[in-house]
């Protein structure tokens, strides 16, 4: 995330926002209320809005419910930072995975999220290009987790019996593992690690025995 982060109180007028965002060069401000929380966004299509006008958003008769965009007309209208604003925000805990932050990126449709703490203050902001950034992590780095971390730590195994490569991020994986279940656990556990672009599964186990029947057969049985 980036900590150095700027955010408006929702008193600060229309006027101020939009410099302020001239002034950082930034398209949306985290709002915050008087202890801190982060209580919305400001973004420039929120901005935008007045610019059209009010009038825009009325349905016939000037009925702002038959236009079906009550919301807008009262943006249209508004001069603080409160009622600009789209809320609730959509935020993130600082102790959440950037695979989290990218689910929710995408199912939420926002390209931003303020990073809170554990009492909804502001920490800072995760953009998509933050996200993304993980895919410059080194490919010896990688190899090392798989190694390291996945193989010998979560799973418990040795990892000289596993052939690990690692090119442009795509994770290549060979060895023996004791079932077909612990293989495939293993491989999702490094799809998932930061960094890794695909996993190319070359893994094997013994063949699996069919289960034997309950009580087992009996010769005498029908006699």
């Keep these: 995330m980036t900590g150095d982060v700027v955010s408006i109180p929702e008193t600060a007028g229309y006027k101020d926002i939009v410099t302020m965002m001239k002034w950082r060069g930034v398209s949306a401000f985290p709002v915050v209320d008087a202890a801190g929380r982060v209580a919305g966004v400001v973004s420039e299509a929120d901005l935008l809005v007045k610019e059209i006008g009010p ?6 008769g000037g009925s702002m419910l038959a236009s079906g965009r009550r919301g807008e ?3 249209a209208a508004a001069v603080t930072a409160a009622e600009l604003m789209s809320a609730p925000a959509v935020t993130i805990a600082l102790d959440a995975s950037v695979a989290e932050a990218a689910r ?6 926002v390209k931003r999220l303020p990073v809170v703490d554990g009492t909804g203050r502001l920490a800072g902001i995760v953009s998509r290009v933050d996200v993304l950034s993980v895919f410059t992590r080194p490919d010896d780095q990688i190899r090392d987790e798989v190694l390291d971390n996945v193989i010998g730590g979560e799973f418990r195994l040795d990892p000289d019996a596993f ?11 060979s060895g023996l593992a004791e079932r077909r279940v612990v293989a495939s656990e293993l491989i999702d556990a ?6 890794v672009v695909d996993v190319r599964d070359r893994m094997s186990w013994p063949p699996e025995e069919p289960p034997a029947l309950a009580g087992g057969l009996r010769g005498d049985e029908g006699d």
């Design 104 to 109: 929710l990126m995408y199912t939420r449709r």
């Design 73 to 75: 007309r009262a943006k």
């Design 55 to 60: 009038e825009s958003f009325a349905g016939p």
């Design 163 to 173: 052939e690990v490569s690692v090119t442009s991020g795509i994770v290549t994986i």
């Design 190 to 195: 490094v799809r998932y690690l930061e960094g």
